[in-house]
């Protein structure tokens, strides 16, 4: 590992990577991005309605544990509502890694 970046053998920003290979996580994240504080029978029916995905509840629920696990989502329950936050956080890590290039003439 000499020589390599520390970042680059992070389990965290793999697990970054894998929660948004899937089209239907990173369909749920734009939606939190839309709006956030969203229930799972929110999310749900705006995959329906928005994505024409229509996946199960529980199907929406493990994407929801994917997303939390990788950092990029945060739960609250108030009541007896569980609701889902974006946190770009780790997007921000991932992005600082490979900032924009400055060509020199």
Known sequence: ????????????????F??????????????????????LFELCSRLAMKHDLTPSRQAVSQHLDVLEQAGLLRTERRGRYKLH???TGPLAQIAERWPPRKDTP
């Open 1 to 16: 590992m000499t020589g390599k970046s520390a970042l680059a053998y992070d389990r965290d920003v793999g697990d970054v």
């Open 18 to 39: 894998k929660a948004i290979a899937d089209p239907t996580r990173r369909a749920l994240l734009d939606e939190l991005m839309m709006r956030d504080e969203q229930t």
């Open 85 to 87: 936050t974006i946190d």
